[in-house]
């Protein structure tokens, strides 16, 4: 991967762009001000066609959206087993960054060139006084960080409905607290880690029944 030049993807282009991103978009409708200060300390990379861009053990520093283009994930760089996809404006390696392990899979480019958009996940995972960004903007954040893992939980769920872990994922917490509080913040964040644990574990658990 290398970073964007500006002839490339002039800043007005990729202003465009990453409105099809749901964090970066509500940031746009919500909070100018927030939005420029995210585009200032994201990293606009491309890939191209084929490229290996991670290997599955690498560090998980950055939580990349994938902008343009599609990814394939394969269990290892030798590319034998397919594990899924990603496809433009999805966020990807959150679980690795929750749960501070390294990349379990590797991720090549499939097809044209890849947009990517990397953010320091330190940006949001610090404490309130140390975060780069408002409360407002970290709670879109992981209120974003929750859905995908939810949706890809509820994936797992349709597919295994008699699965053992169904239990769990029926018993995870919901907050009930005031909205756009320091308190949902916390419960949002608090959620992200059960439901990223609750993934691995059913993920792990899949690869053993198939192995």
């Known amino acids: 991967m ?58 998980a520093d950055i939580l990349y959206f994938l902008l343009k283009g599609q990814l394939v994930v394969f269990a290892d760089d030798e590319a034998n087993t397919q594990l899924g996809e990603v496809n433009a404006g999805e966020p990807f390696g959150v679980m690795a960054m929750l749960l501070n392990f390294r990349r379990s899979a590797s991720i090549r480019v499939s097809g044209r060139q890849a947009l990517l958009a990397g953010i320091d996940f330190a940006h949001f995972r610090h404490d309130q006084n140390a975060s780069l960004f408002d409360v407002g903007t970290r709670i879109r954040f992981f209120r974003m960080i929750d859905n995908h893992i939810r949706w890809a939980l509820e994936r797992n769920k349709i597919a295994e409905p008699e699965h053992p872990l169904v239990p769990r994922l029926r018993s995870l917490p919901i907050y009930t607290g005031e909205k756009d509080t320091v308190a949902e913040l916390h419960a949002l964040m608090h959620l992200a880690h059960v439901q990223a644990e609750l993934l691995r574990d059913w993920n792990e658990s899949t690869l053993v029944s198939t192995s």
């Open 2 to 59: 290398r970073q964007v030049t500006r002839d490339e993807y002039p800043i007005e282009s990729l202003h465009r762009i990453v409105n099809g991103v749901t964090f970066f978009k509500e940031l746009i409708l919500t909070d100018p001000a927030q939005f420029e200060l995210l585009m200032s300390v994201t990293r606009f990379m491309v890939a191209d066609q084929d490229e290996l861009i991670f290997h599955k053990d690498d560090r």
